[in-house]
């Protein structure tokens, strides 16, 4: 399980001057936005919902009632839907934000809280806490049956899920990857940050690496030059890997950045490139008829 727990380290590493325990507290749960904002005052995102319909709302997948963040234009119907997964620290108030990011931007975002069944993120007292007792203990088979079933419930709603794009931050773009060769409704995905190779397990058979070949969307990836987490030669074999394939899925490596740049609760956040992501990714979506 060594490369498990080097990607949780790889989300608090660059997080200097913060007690750990007091990062992983305001990272989850309600005392989330409180404990950060003296940090990142200056840096964090707050979108409002004016003009929103927003809040959390439970679906039934599998027997399992699922916390899913919607947000989306009020009044709107037959939106193109926008999947939103997390990091490992669950769907905290910076994950609901990018989903009201997206619904500005025209889409119906949903954001699952994907480890309801393993347990609360916030009850972890350390990281190596939360990847052994819920992150690595959540299986992908589950996580692929729960985004289907969130999307099932879109069409049910009235979303337009023939124009449908997931999205997710490391933890989350490693799913972004995955789900992308396991649906084929996917349209297009864009993984900021997300491992690429590493030790497969039970509950983790396969890594994205492992379907370069497989996806059915292109995806961008987006990465930081100076991941410290994600070595740019892992990067380098998936690209390797996607051009091999044909793929029409492209990587984006920022030099300068570390890991978390888009993470505007963090240190590691950088302005200018989370922007420049951003644009990439609506413009990705956009071209591939996620609009």
Known sequence: MKDLHNDGQALIGQAEGIDRRDFIKAALGTGFAAAVLPVQAQTVITTDTAGLTAGTIHIKVDGQTVPVYRAHPEGKVGLPVILVISEIFGVHEHIA??????????????????????????????????????????????????????????????????????????????ITWLYSAHNPKVKAGVAWYGRLVG???????????????????????????KDQGIPLDTVEQMRAALSQAGSKSQIHVYPDAPHGFYADYRPSYRADVAQDGWQRALAWFKTHGVA
């Open 97 to 174: 934000d990018v989903a009201r990011r997206f619904a500005k931007a025209g889409y119906l975002a949903l954001a699952p809280d994907l480890f309801v069944r393993q347990g609360d993120p916030a009850r972890e007292k350390t990281v190596a806490d939360l990847m052994k007792n819920i992150i690595s203990s959540t299986p992908d088979e589950q996580v692929m049956r729960d985004l289907d079933g969130v999307l099932e419930w879109a069409r049910t709603y009235g979303a337009d899920t023939a124009r449908l794009g997931i999205t997710g931050f490391c933890y989350g773009g490693r």
């Open 199 to 225: 030790d497969r397990t039970a509950a983790w058979p396969q890594l994205p690496i492992d379907v370069a070949a497989s996806l059915k969307a292109p995806v961008l990836g987006l990465y930081g030059g």
